[in-house]
């Protein structure tokens, strides 16, 4: 069940620099070989592989579970089953459940569910704070004994600045990163959209980008300070961007992510299809076979935080990404219960699920685009993720995990709401066309879910 051999891909491997035609064996949920015309043991099966890339498996390090507390949005079987249906093998749960997780209990017991329902490797973040009140820090030592991977309150902001100083000072003598979802409370306030045209055309409160700009900047200086590895979440803002290319210019241990949703989206959105096609269809339009997808306004499955932003942003974020300031690809996958998005934009929950779509609207908007190559986009999701959390995944190198994902490059599909497998449905990309799609996805050697056999389903 743990072996395999993958014959004919077309084999992306970031971490070597390896880009060939090549078979791939798999024996006991390790990679043993990498070559031409390679054998498959006797009880070992094929996998036909041609037209198809082979890639080491998919990491996405900022994902939302739900569990405990709030399993009517997701738990960790329909979320893994989700990630699965996307090509990734290992995902990274953030601590705002209910409880949040800020103490080694929780972190056994979302270990513990992982491996009696989970499908993907799951790894844990904790809480910066107790309670994600931003109060008094978490045991931070406890959880990296119980095998947390990072720190954060994602979901929440550290506003008190000496704690997150202090905080700073902990995760560099334990060797953890601490990711931070950049949020000014008090520039903030009660936005609910990007500040700009958009939200004074619809009436909507703003959000003006400097609320995560300058937490960026706060980040930056504490990096320096501290020499702790600091992660910026989820970035959406032009000035976040140039903030950090700065920074590692100047060697601080700053890094950044970015979401499908903010390079291909803008705030032009919320005003509904017609305006969005108008404005920014450039980007990313369907193929004329297709229909453009039509949503109306105020359609709060374009709501998350941070907000949608301009089209000077989204290209920022693009930019970013080209030239390597902003090192990994993630999808913020935020699943609500379909009553609670069901409400006026400004008492809607932020959040969109993402898991499934987040490497074919990846590849539209970088690979295609030629923005990026291939090996380069991969490894934002693949060696780059690794490095940061300090896990042994993310290669293809003989000995490693045999985590992998297989995907065609140039299928085109529309994503529909039977296609998902979460538990929720907040996603404004159903009836989109979409070109790259996964075929498989292979963790430890066991094929856990292909689009021709769906293992993944829940």
Not at 11 to 33: C, M, T
Not at 75 to 92: D, E, H, K, M, Q
Not at 399 to 415: C, K, M, N, P, R
Request: hydrophobic letters at 40%.
């Amino acid at each position: 069940m743990n072996s395999l051999l993958l014959t004919g891909g077309r084999v992306v491997d970031p971490a070597n620099q390896f880009d060939s035609i090549a078979d791939v064996l798999i024996l006991n949920g390790k990679i043993s070989a990498i070559g031409n015309k390679l054998s498959a043991p006797t009880g070992v099966a094929t996998f036909d592989a041609r037209g198809k890339i082979v890639s080491p498996g998919l990491i996405d390090l900022h994902v939302h579970f739900r569990e405990p507390g709030q399993t009517a949005k997701e738990n960790i079987a329909t979320g893994t089953a989700a990630a699965a249906r996307g090509g990734f093998t290992s995902v990274v749960c953030m601590p705002n459940t209910s409880p949040a997780i800020d103490s080694a209990g929780t972190v056994a017991l979302i270990h513990e569910r992982a491996r009696e329902q989970g499908v993907v490797n799951v790894f844990v973040s904790s809480a910066i704070s107790k309670g994600l009140a931003g109060e008094e820090l978490a045991p931070i030592g406890g959880l990296k004994k119980a095998g947390v991977v990072a720190i954060t309150d994602d979901g929440h902001c550290i506003q008190n600045n000496e704690l997150m100083r202090r905080a700073c000072e902990y995760v560099k003598m334990f060797d953890l990163p601490i990711f931070d979802h950049c949020q000014d409370y008090a520039l903030v306030s009660d936005g609910v959209m990007n500040e700009g045209y958009w939200s004074l055309a619809l009436g909507l409160r703003s959000w003006p980008s400097a609320g995560e700009e300058i937490i960026v900047a706060r980040n930056i200086l504490l990096a320096e300070l501290t020499g702790a590895k600091v992660h910026c979440q989820h970035l959406s803002a032009a000035g976040s961007v140039a903030l950090i290319r700065e920074a590692k210019k100047r060697g601080v241990t700053i890094s950044g992510e970015a979401c499908p949703h903010h390079f291909t989206l803008t705030d032009a959105a919320i005003a509904g299809s017609e305006k969005f096609w108008a404005e920014d269809g450039k980007t990313l339009a369907p193929t004329q076979s297709n229909p453009l997808p039509v949503w109306p306004a105020y359609d709060t499955n374009f709501k998350m935080n941070p907000p949608l932003r301009s089209a000077r942003d989204r290209e920022a974020i693009l930019a970013g990404l080209a030239d390597g300031t902003i090192e990994i690809l993630c999808s913020d996958h935020a699943p609500h219960c379909d009553y609670e998005k069901e409400v006026e934009f400004s008492y809607a929950p932020f959040g969109i699920t993402g898991l499934e779509i987040e490497l074919a609207l990846s590849l539209m908007q970088l690979v295609h685009t030629k923005r990026l190559s291939l090996t380069d986009m991969l490894a934002k999701f693949t060696i780059n993720p690794a490095r940061l959390l300090n896990l042994n995944k993310g290669t293809l190198t003989v000995g490693a995990d045999a985590d992998v994902t297989i995907f065609d490059l140039d299928s085109e599909w529309i994503y529909q709401r039977e296609h998902s497998a979460s538990k929720s449905k907040n996603n404004p990309f159903f009836g989109w066309q979409l070109k790259g799609k996964p075929t498989a996805t292979i963790v430890a050697g066991k094929m856990v879910w292909s689009d021709k056999t769906e293992f993944a389903t829940v």
